[in-house]
C-alpha cells in the first residue's frame, strides 16, 4: 500500500478531531434536531465505517472492537443490521467522549497495519474502499460544522464556535453571462475518485440560458423580504407553502431582527447581517420562491456543471478557517453549495457500488434536490464540478445559496 | 359561442351526475383519507370553478349564487381567497346533496347564457376558459371514480359500485422492444387543448434502451411479494422503506389475503384477484422496488411519451364501464396510468398560465412523480400521448400499474 | 311483562327519532371531533345496545339482524367483540339512514315480542335490563343534542338546529347559603332505577360551607375574562394552562367576539349573548380558574348532591323545547350540568354490574370530573340528585356551567 | 440564623453532587423521555431555586449569578419568567458541567453569607424558605435516581450505576388487618416542616376494610401477567386499556424476558427478578388491574395515612446505598412508593402559599394519583405519613408498588 494513502489517511482523520477541538464536552452529545447528529456520533460512525467495510471485510477472524458499535454507529446500512434509531442519537452518554477518542485510536491502528500489510492481491480494493471511507469521512466533516452550528443556536446562551471578525466586502455587481446550450456531457469520466451518483457520464441536452455570475446576496433577498415574499402565495410551491405557514418562516435559517435591525448567527458569533455577503441557510422552496419573485429560475444541474467546470476552485473552503460566506470578487465557487432546479435521480445507466455500498447514495433517488459547489465548509481537495449534494426541499440547516438563471 | 362548446359542455358536466347516479346519499360526504374529497365536494368545486374563473370573470355585475361557496368549494386557489381546510371536506353537511344539484343546475343556466350572450370580443378568451374548466371537471371525474373506490373500501360492509361480472382473460406475453433514443421532442404543440405544464414542445436526449410491451401482471408481482420483496431494504429506496414500515405495506393497496388466497377490493366488488390483470394501485416506491428486483428499471417520461405517440389509444376508458384494468391483447395504452421514473418538474422555458389559474399545474412541481398514459377510470376524450399526471410517490388510491424499462 | 315498560320502551325509542326530524339525511353523519359520533351511530348503537344485551342475551337461537353491526354499532364494549375505531365513526355511508331506521324498527318489532312473550323466570331480569337500555337511550338523546349542535357549529354556514326567539330574562340575585356540613349519606338508595356508580349509599363527612344561591352567569363570566383570566397563568391548573395554550381558548366553547360585541352559537341559533343567562360550556379548566379568580371553589359532588335533595327539580329539560340554558327566578336544578370539585371514582364497596354491564360505568373512573344535575338537554324524567355525569377536564362540547362554593 | 440550618444545608447540598459522582461527565446530560431531566439540569435548577426565592427575594440590590439562568432552569414557576421548554432541557450543553457546579459553589457562598448575616427581623421567613428549598433539593435527588435509572435503561450498553449484589430473600406472608374505619384525622398539624398540600388536618370518614401487610410481590404480579392480565380488557381501566395498547404494555417498566427468563434492569446492573421483592416501576393502570384481577382493591390514601402513622420508617432509603427495593420482613415503609385509589385534589381548606410559592403543589391538583410512603431513593429524613406525591396514572418511571386493600 502506498504511504500517500496511509499519509492520507492520518491526515483526513486527525482533521476530524482538530474541528471537534474547540468543543466542550458537553457539546459533543447534542442533537438538536433529528436531521443533525451529535459530533461524538460523528466520531464515531466515520469509525465504524473504517472497521467494517475494511477491517471486517478484508482481515481474516476480525475480532470486532466492540459488538455492540455495529448498532449504535451504523447510520442507514440496513444490509449489515440494525441500528439506533436516527432521533434517539442524542441519547447515548455512552460510549463516553473518551470511549470514542480511544475507539478511534485503537482503529487508526488496526487501519495502518492493513494498509501496511495488506495482501497484494487486496490491495487495490482496499485502496478503493479506504478512498471512499475517506471521502465520506470529509462528508461528515462538513457535517459537523453544520450540526454544531445548529446545536449551539438552540442554545439561549449562543455559543461560539470560533470567535473571529468577519470582513466586511462589497459584493461584486451581479451580471448575466449567455451560455449556448446544445449537447453536452455531464457526470464524472476520470479516473480519480468520484461517487458512483456522479457516474456515468452522459449526454444532456440544454437550451440556451443565462446565468448569474455570482450568488444572490442578502441586500437582494431582504428585497423579497420587504416585498412581502413570505406573504405571498403565489410565489411559493405549493408544498413549500403550506411548510412555511407550518413553521413560521419569515426569514431564512439562522437570521434574527432586533429593534429594525437584522442580525444572523454564525460559527463565529451572532453577528449583525452582512448586506453584501452571499445569502446563506435558505431552504429550496425559498430559493424557488425568490427566483420566482425575480423573475428568473434556478438552474438545472447539468447546466451549473458545465458552467463550473470553466471556473477555478477559489471559493473559500475549510481551510481558510472561515466557517461563513463572504462576498468575493471575481467569479469562483465553493461559499455556498448552490441549489438547482433538478430533482436527485439517477444518471442513465447509473450502477450503484456492489454490495452495502450500494447503499451510500442511490437509495436516497427521491425527494430531495441537488445541490453543487461547495461551500466554505467544505474541505477544498473533497470538491470537484461534477459533485453531486442532495437534500429535502424544506432543508435549511446546510450552507445553502442561490445563483439564479433565466431562459432565453 | 359555438353549439359544439355548449353542447360539450352540458355532456361533459351531465356525466359527472352519471357517475355519482349509483351513490346513496349517504355516500356523497364520505372522506375516508385526507387525500380523498366527498363526492358532493367534487360536484360542488367543479361548478364554483365555472362560476369563479367563468361568470365572476365575464359576466358584469355578477352576483354570487352564495356567497360561502367561495369558501367552501375553493380547493387551492390562494389568489382568490381563503378555504376550507382540506382535511374537513368531510364535515360539510350542508349545502345538502339536494342543494350541490340546484347549485349545479343554477350555475348551468348562467354558462348556457355566458356562452350564447358573449361579446364577441371576449368569446375567445372565454371558450378557452371553458375548454379549460371541462378538462378541469373531466379530471374530477376520475378522482370521483377513485374517492369512491376508497371510501366504500373502508366501510365494512364493503358496498359495491357497479356489480358486474369481469372477464377473466390471458395476459399477452411480456415482449422487449428496442428504442434507439436520440434527440427527440417532447410536449405538446398542437392546437387542440393542453395543460400549461405539457408545453412547451422541447428536446430531449436519450439513451437506447428497451421498454416492455405490456404492463406488470398480478402474477409477476406477485412473485416479488413471494420472493420477499416486502422484507427486503436492499430494494427500496430509503424514503420508501420507511414508509412501507410506518404503514405496514405487504401488498398493494386494495389486495387481500385470506386463508391464503389473494382478494382485490374493486369498484364491482370483492374479487379474487387475477393474477393475468395488471397490477394496479401501487406507490411509486412499490413500483420502484419492483423494477430493482427484476433487474429493470422505470421508464422516463419521454421515453414513455415517444413510445405512446406510436400506439394507438385503445384502452378501456370511461366508456367501457369497466372501472378495473383488465388483460389485454395488443399493445396500447390506457388501462392504468404508468409510473415514470421522472419527478413531476418544469419543462425548458415552461410558462405558467395567467393569473390564478397559474395556481393550476405549476405549484406542485415538486415532490411528485409523473404518471402518463391514462386509466379505465379516464375519459376517453381526455388523454393524450403528452399528458402528464403526478402523484406523490407514496400514493397508492389512483389507479397506477407498472411499466417496465431497461438499459442497453 | 307490563304494558307499562313497553308503553315506555315505545316513547323513549320513539324521541330519539323525533330528535333527529329536524336533521337533513346529510347531517346524521357528520362526526366533527372524536368525541361526537354522528346521529346515525347514535340511533344505530342504541338499537344494538337492545339487540346484543336483550335479544342476544334473552332469546334462544336468536339470529342477529346483520353480523356487521355487532362491529360497527358496538361503543367500547370489549367483552362483546371489536368494534369500529371511534374516530372512523364518520366514515360509516353504510348503512345508510333508511337502513338504520329499519333496523330500529325490526328490532322494536322483535323487543315488543319479547316483553310481551318473556319466560316468567327471565321477566324480572328482562326487565331490569330494558329498563337500563332506555336510560342508555335517553343518555344518547343528551348527546345527539350535543353532538348536533358541535357538527352545526363546526359548518361555516352554521345550520339552526330549532328556529325560535329565546326570552332574554333578569337573573336572580346571587345569594350564599351556609350549609352545616357533618356526617351525611350520600349515593342512591331507592327502589327505582340508578346506575351502579351512584350505589351503594354511603357516609361522608363534610365541612361546613357556603354555596352559591345559582349558576354563576355570562355577565360574571365576562367580568373573568375582561380581567385577563386567560392569560393570567396563576389562577389555571398547570395541565388546564398547557391545554388552553395549545388550543388558543380566550372564551368558552360557542362564543365569538365580532365588531366588539359577544355572540353564542345555540340550538336556536347564532345569539348576541345574553348576559343574564348562565355561562355554558365552559370546561372544569375554566370552571376552576373562574372559581379561583372569584376567591371561591368549585362544589364538591356530595356537598352538591346534598343540596340537589332539597331543591324541586323544575329546570327547564327537554320537554321545554329549549335548548340552552336560560336566567331563571328561584332556585332548581337542571339548566346546566354543575362541575364538582369531585374526581370521578368509585364509592365505598361499589360493586359494578356483573358480566358487560359492567363495562358501562366503572371502567371510566380515572381522570375525569364528576357534574351534577342536568340541563336543559336532558330528559326530565331522566335526572335526580344522585345522578354522577362525568367528563374530562378538557371538555366542553357537553352543556355545562359553574356553581360556586366556599369555605367557611 | 441558627447553625442548624446552615449546616443541614451543607449537608443536603452536598448530597446533591455525591448522588452524580458515579456519573460520566457525559451522563449529565441526558434526557430520555420528556418526563426526565438531565442531571445537570436539576443541578442547576435546585440551586436556581435559591437564588431565586432566597438571594432575589432577601438581599438589597442582588445581581443575578447569569441572567440567562432564570430562563434555563426556571421548571414550571410562570410567575417568575418564561422557560426552557421541558422537552429541550436535553439541548443544554451550556452551561457545562463544570459551570453548574460553579454556579453551585457560589450560589452556596452567598446563602451562606444570608443564612449569617440576615436581617433579624426576616430570619424567620429566611428559614421557612431555606427549609422548604432544602426539601425542593431531596425531592430532587429522588428525581436523580429515577432519571438516571431511566436514562442509563435506554442505553443499549445499559451502563451500571453503582455495583452491587443484590441479597435475595424470602417475602413475609401476605396477611390482612382489618382496620376499623369511622371518623378519622387526616392531613399534617404538626410544627415541623410539611408542604402546603398535606394540610390543613381535617376529618375523613372510612369504611371498615382489610389492609395487606406488606407489598405486592415479583411472584404475585408474574401470576397476573401469566393468566393473562396485559390481554384481557375487562380487568382494565378504559384510558388504561388504550394506554396500554398504545405502548405495547406486557409487564412492568423496566422488566426484559430472555430465553424465557425475566429479568430487570435496576441501577445496580440487569439482574435476574427476584420472585420475592416487591414489584416496581408498575403504573396506576397496571396496579389498579392487578387489584381488580386479584378481587381486591388499592387503598385509599386516608386508609393508608392512618396506616402508616402507626408503623415504623425502617424501609431501606437513600442511607441504604441499595436503589432497588428488597424483600423485606416485617411491617414498615419505605421500599415503594404505594399507589393509592385516590386522585390527587385539594384537602378541605386547603390554601396555598403566598406568592409564587403558591405554584408549587396546588396547580398539580388533577389527572394525577396520589402515592404514600417513600421509596428505597427518598432520603429518610424526607418522609413522614402525611406525605402526598402523585404522579399521572400512566407515570412508570417512578419507584412505584402496590398494596392491596379490600372491603369488608
Known amino acids: 500500500m502506498t504511504t500517500t494513502l496511509a499519509s492520507e489517511y492520518q491526515r483526513i482523520r486527525h482533521t476530524s478531531a482538530a ?3 474547540p468543543l466542550a464536552r458537553d457539546d459533543y452529545q447534542l442533537q438538536s434536531i433529528v436531521e443533525t447528529s451529535p459530533p461524538k456520533w460523528h466520531l464515531g460512525h466515520v469509525t465504524w465505517f473504517f472497521e467494517t467495510f475494511l477491517l471486517q471485510a478484508f482481515v481474516k477472524n476480525y475480532q470486532p472492537f466492540r459488538a455492540e458499535y455495529n448498532y449504535l454507529f451504523n447510520s442507514y446500512y440496513q444490509t449489515v443490521g440494525s441500528m439506533q434509531p436516527r432521533a434517539e442519537r442524542g441519547l447515548m452518554s455512552r460510549p463516553t467522549v473518551e470511549e470514542v477518542y480511544a475507539y478511534r485510536a485503537a482503529i487508526d491502528e488496526r487501519m495502518m497495519a492493513l494498509l501496511s500489510d495488506a495482501d497484494p492481491s487486496q490491495a487495490q480494493a482496499i485502496a478503493a474502499r479506504v478512498t471512499l471511507g475517506l471521502h465520506h469521512e470529509q462528508q461528515h466533516q462538513e457535517l459537523l460544522y453544520m450540526d454544531i452550528k445548529h446545536n449551539f443556536w438552540r442554545n439561549p446562551l449562543r455559543p461560539i464556535y470560533l470567535p473571529k471578525t468577519l470582513p466586511v466586502q462589497e459584493a461584486a455587481p451581479l451580471e448575466w453571462e449567455m451560455r449556448e446550450g446544445g449537447l453536452i456531457e455531464s457526470g464524472f469520466d476520470g479516473d480519480s475518485f468520484a461517487y458512483d451518483n456522479e457516474r456515468p457520464q452522459h449526454r444532456v441536452w440544454l437550451e440556451p440560458h443565462r446565468l448569474a455570475s455570482r450568488l444572490t446576496t442578502n441586500a437582494e433577498y431582504l428585497a423579497f423580504i420587504e416585498d412581502g415574499g413570505y406573504q405571498r402565495a403565489e410565489l411559493w410551491l405549493a408544498d413549500g407553502w403550506y411548510h412555511r405557514k407550518q413553521h413560521g418562516w419569515q426569514a431564512p435559517l439562522y437570521w434574527e431582527q432586533r429593534d429594525g435591525q437584522w442580525y444572523e448567527f454564525t460559527l463565529h458569533g451572532f453577528e449583525s447581517l452582512n448586506l453584501a455577503a452571499p445569502v446563506a441557510h435558505t431552504s429550496y422552496y425559498e430559493a424557488d420562491a425568490f427566483a420566482r419573485w425575480s423573475g428568473k429560475r434556478l438552474p438545472l444541474e447539468a447546466e451549473l456543471e458545465h458552467k463550473l467546470r470553466e471556473l477555478p476552485i477559489k471559493g473559500h473552503f475549510t481551510d481558510s ?7 468575493g470578487t471575481g467569479q469562483h465557487y465553493g461559499s455556498l453549495w448552490e441549489w438547482t432546479a433538478s430533482p436527485y435521480t439517477a444518471y442513465p445507466r447509473f450502477q450503484p457500488l456492489e454490495g452495502s455500498m450500494g447503499e451510500y447514495n442511490g437509495k436516497f433517488m ?26 429535502y426541499p424544506h432543508d435549511r440547516w446546510q450552507f445553502s445559496g442561490i445563483r439564479l438563471a433565466e431562459d432565453v
Open 19 to 21: 474541528i471537534c477541538a
Open 366 to 391: 427521491c425527494n430531495q434536490w441537488v445541490l453543487r459547489g461547495g461551500a466554505c465548509i467544505t474541505p477544498a481537495d473533497h470538491i470537484r464540478p461534477t459533485y453531486r449534494n442532495f437534500f
Open 321 to 327: 478557517n472561515t466557517f461563513h460566506p463572504q462576498a
